[in-house]
């Protein structure tokens, strides 16, 4: 399988849930990824889909499922998604102890693990771990709602995590979420992110399938510099 230079996931927040596969179908053949949020109201305040909508919805479509656990306790849940057929399961720094020890599960369990790092947590302390870790997806607003404002500064993760990337010949992931779209996503690519979220630049738009193009062509221009 060739590996392409830059994932853009829609997110289906964004999305009608009423018209889930749907709405999964219209970025079908320009997305790279699916990007599925699952929240459970004690991590972060907000409540989304679990386990069952995430099997379901893998039978209706192609495309690799990158699952964002915002949910406390991923040890006990994070696996059942890996064995639903999830691509990527990641989970969040903040909620884990031993996210090494999780990572490893989840890739016996036949999926790649993604580490995230919300707004407010440093990136430091989690550098050693990654060579653990396929993916790592930091926060670029606090996690818990679609369309919120995206947040510049913390794109000092992304070079950071770039430069220890580069360093340390790491094959890694860098992904950014949260108010990514044309007016950002260029300064994610150029900070060293590879791999883009994007729900309301997405589902908001009257074409969800052009936005996914655009918003790649804008990304490799500013990753190229053409
Ligand atoms: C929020 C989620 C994001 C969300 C992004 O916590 O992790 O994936 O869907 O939505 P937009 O792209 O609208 O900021
Ligand atoms: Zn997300």
Known sequence: MTVPPLIVAP???AADFAHLADEVRAVEHAAD???????????VPNLTIGLPVVQSLRA????????????E???????????????????????????????KDLRSAGAKAGLAIDRDTPIEPYLDLLPSFDTLLIMTIKAGFGGQRF???????VRAARRHVASGHLELRIEVDGGIAADTIEQAAAAGADAFVAGTAVYGADDPAEAVRRLRGLAERATTGA
């Open 11 to 13: 997110s289906i927040l």
């Open 151 to 157: 947040i510049p500064r913390l794109l000092d993760k």
């Open 60 to 71: 209706a479509t192609e495309l690799p499922f990158d699952v964002h656990l915002m949910i």
């Open 33 to 43: 990824w699916l990007h599925v949020d699952v929240m459970d109201n004690h991590f």
């Open 73 to 103: 306790d991923p040890r006990r849940w994070a696996p059942g998604y890996a064995d639903a057929g999830a691509y990527n399961v990641t989970f969040h720094a903040e909620a884990c102890d031993d996210p090494v020890a999780l990572a």
